[in-house]
């Protein structure tokens, strides 16, 4: 069976390599599935990374009160979106 896990936007479940796993680089979250310690699961959607970022979901997931910059996960998204849309 393949695991699943909620994404911190939508708080739908999905099969794992259905979402993308962000972790904290320092201040800021970056996509990186095989980093050590918590991660966050999030689909690849704009809609999903504001509704965490609006949530403060990413702090609640990875056990901490730090405001993280999401830039990084924000451009990583956008470009996906893009090369979804050029196809
Ligand atoms: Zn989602």
């Known amino acids: 069976m ?6 911190v936007g939508c708080r739908q479940r999905a ?22 310690g918590r991660g966050a699961w999030l689909h690849q959607s704009k809609n ?6 609006n949530r403060f979901a990413f702090s609640r997931a ?6 993280f910059d999401t830039a990084a996960l924000a451009a990583h998204i956008e470009q ?4 979804l849309a050029q196809k």
């Open 2 to 7: 393949e695991p699943v896990r909620t994404c």
């Open 62 to 67: 990875l056990r901490t009160k730090k405001q």
């Open 15 to 36: 099969k794992q390599n259905e979402l993308l796993r962000a972790v904290a680089q320092g201040e800021n979250l970056v996509f990186d599935r095989r980093a050590f």
């Open 48 to 53: 999903c990374l504001d509704l965490a970022i």
């Open 80 to 83: 996906a979106e893009m090369m």
